[in-house]
């Protein structure tokens, strides 16, 4: 069974910066590539960033580009999001999944972290 588990979000001031983690576990995780979708109350969920399973492709959402890094560690089964320059309309319930493409995702899906961008 994939157990995926986000921690890292928190409480931070606008132009702030957060490092979210996504440890997974029940998967060849090197085998994967993997994702980081946010979601706010009401809304449907949206994808954030992307990276391949050896690390070297990222994609990202036009609204965090230049803003947000994917990163992973294969030795680790974790993937990290690095957000810099945060703002209020990146307040969200971020979640982390795994895919066997870039399209896809896995069914399953942990509790996610909050993030809030509040003065």
């Known amino acids: 069974q994939v157990q995926l588990v986000e921690s890292g979000g928190g409480l931070v001031q606008p132009g702030g910066s957060l490092r979210l983690s996504c440890v997974a576990s029940g998967l060849t995780f090197s085998n994967y590539y993997m994702k980081w979708f946010r979601q706010v109350p009401g809304d449907e969920r949206e994808l954030v960033a992307r990276?391949?399973?050896?690390?070297?492709?990222?994609n990202y959402a036009e609204s965090v580009n230049g803003r947000f890094t994917i990163s992973r560690d294969n030795g680790k089964n974790t993937v990290y999001l690095q957000m810099n320059s945060l703002k209020p309309e990146d307040n969200a319930v971020y979640f982390c999944?795994?895919?066997?493409?870039?399209?896809?995702?896995?069914?399953?899906w942990g509790q996610g972290t909050q993030v809030t961008v509040s003065s």
């Open positions: 990276i391949s399973p050896s690390g070297g492709r990222t």
């Open positions: 999944n795994a895919g066997e493409n870039w399209l896809t995702s896995l069914g399953d």
